[in-house]
Structure formats: C-alpha cells, structure tokens
C-alpha cells in the first residue's frame, strides 16, 4: 500500500522561510519524476518545483531564487525549502511522486504568508 505524507506547512510572516517535507512508502514502480504542486484559493494547481527521470530540477519562474527543492533517495523522502516567502506564495501545497502509469500525492500542507 502506497503512502505519501507531508508535514511542515504553517503561518509565516513575509520574508520568512518554511521546510516542507514529503515521504512515500510502499512505491514500487520506476519513478518518472517528483514534484511540489500548489494550489490558491480560486486558482488551478500548479507546478513549483520538480526533478525529472534524469536528475533535471526544474522551478516555477515565481520561486526561482526563493526556493530550493532536494531529496533523500535512502529516505524516499523530498524536500522544499523556501526562502523570503511572500503573501502570493500562500496556497495548500501538495507533494507527487510519479511512478509507473500513476501519480501519487500527499495530503496537501497549508502555507499561510501574512504581510
């Protein structure tokens, strides 16, 4: 049984910074990608950052210079540091892991900037 969970969301005042983390279990399957998602009150789910098959890392031109994305393969675990957080980065962001035909997501983490 595949699990996929993420932690470390929160309210932070702009400027500040916020580690997100997600682990998944049970993945059998060739992995084809790992990604951040956000999603904003109103608006469509999109991409922020994301590591392709081949090691590519790619990010959103919003987070570009703010964000970083890592992962710990020995941990199947990634990860989303970001830095100087504005109140637009505000959204529930979601966590997925490609793998085989399908994407598993996290349950999604709420970030909160306050101005």
Known sequence: QVQVVESGGGLVQAGGSLRLSCVA???TSS???IGWYRQAPGK???LVAGIS???YLGYADSVKGRFTMSRDNAKN???LQMDSLKPEDTAVYYCNWAAGRRNYW???TQV???S
Do not use: A, D, L
């Open 77 to 79: 675990t990634m990860y």
């Open 25 to 27: 279990t049970g993945i």
């Open 44 to 46: 469509q789910r999109e």
């Open 106 to 108: 996290g349950q999604g």
């Open 112 to 114: 909160t900037v306050s």
């Open 53 to 55: 098959r081949t090691g």
């Open 31 to 33: 992995m084809n990608g």
